[in-house]
């Protein structure tokens, strides 16, 4: 049974940072391409990050780069996101997410599901 579970996420003021991680089981880690989407209320669900499991090439949401940072360590089969200059629009419950293959940010392409952790950023 494959379980992805997210930790790390908070309430910050802008300006501030989080780092967020998800750790998997049940399916071998380093043959899935890993991802991060969000969620505000209201919202649809977003794309915001994804880390190839073959070679780490990444992949962001404008609006993210050079803000967010996306890693993985094969070894603990758990992936990271490093969340600096946060904005109050970047508030919403995060979800990491694993795929076999795919189109990389669209939410279909992935099988399993986190849980989701909250992101809440204040003025």
């Known amino acids: 049974q494959v379980q992805l579970v997210e930790f790390g996420g908070g309430s910050v003021q802008a300006g501030g940072s989080l780092r967020l991680s998800c750790t998997a089981s049940?399916?071998?880690?380093?043959?899935?391409?890993m991802a991060w989407f969000r969620q505000a209320p209201g919202n649809e669900r977003e794309f915001v990050a994804w880390i190839s499991g073959s070679d780490g090439v990444t992949a962001y949401l404008d609006s993210v780069k050079d803000r967010f940072t996306i890693s993985k360590f094969n070894g603990e089969n758990t992936v990271f996101l490093r969340l600096d200059s946060l904005r109050t629009e970047d508030t919403g419950v995060y979800y990491c997410a694993a795929s076999g293959g795919g189109i990389y940010n669209r939410a279909a392409s992935y099988a399993y599901w986190g849980q989701g952790t909250q992101v809440t950023v204040s003025s």
């Open positions: 049940g399916l071998t880690f380093s043959s899935y391409d």
